[in-house]
């Protein structure tokens, strides 16, 4: 079982990652699949993530899931509040029975380089020291080893960021504008601050 990542956050608030190593039929006795997907893999994204569901929690009613029209998958009658991402042979679910949440899971990749100024405000890039050199499309940085940082930390700001949009779940979102992550450092775990205002 390949169980990559578990954590009981609070009484009623369960996470985990799953590293996608199994074949459609793993999940199809427990999943169902409520639309047709025709790509093997993001099909097995979308059931790996439904999986984890009923993993957090067994009785979690998988045929009940709504997509509302801002592609936030819900329950009616919120029985429990979710979220899946899936990146690559991963998938990550949070459930809770009693707070709105939100999970994003990335693979680091310098594209988040070129669309940082899409997600952070001028204020952000320097107060985590991502200005000049770090976001050039050039990257023609002389220290490799600061070049990858840069983009672990940016893919952390993007990821956490997107986790909140998530948490919203209403529409779209200024991710420069309307979510403000407050500076952190970055370590194996943890936490930040954040605050969300609505235009």
Not at 29 to 34: M, N
Not at 42 to 56: D, E, N, P, S, V
Not at 86 to 110: F, N, Q
Not at 148 to 170: D, H, P
């Amino acid at each position: 079982m390949p169980l990559f990542y578990q954590q009981n956050i609070n009484a009623t608030t369960r996470l985990a990652i799953w590293k996608i190593e199994e074949m459609d039929v793993f999940f199809s006795g427990t999943v169902p699949l409520q639309r047709e997907i025709t790509h093997p893999h993001k099909r097995l994204q979308h059931l790996a993530g439904r999986y984890l569901l009923r993993f957090l929690f067994p009785d979690f009613p998988h045929e009940e899931i709504i997509i509302a029209s801002t592609r936030k998958p819900f329950l009616p009658d919120e029985q429990y509040h979710f979220s899946i991402s899936h990146c690559g042979d991963y998938a990550a679910a949070i459930a809770s029975s009693t707070h709105r949440v939100g999970v994003d899971i990335e693979i680091p990749s310098e594209k988040v380089v070129r669309i940082a100024h899409k997600f952070l405000s001028d204020e952000e890039q320097d107060e985590f020291g991502m200005t000049n050199l770090e976001l050039s499309n050039k990257h023609a940085a002389p220290n490799i080893q600061h070049q990858v940082t840069s983009i672990q930390y940016l893919t952390l700001l993007w990821s956490s960021k997107e986790a909140i949009f998530k948490w919203w779940g209403n529409g779209d979102v200024d991710f420069s504008k309307m979510i403000r992550l407050e500076k952190f450092e970055m370590q194996g775990k943890g936490f930040f601050k954040a605050s969300f205002q609505e235009t």
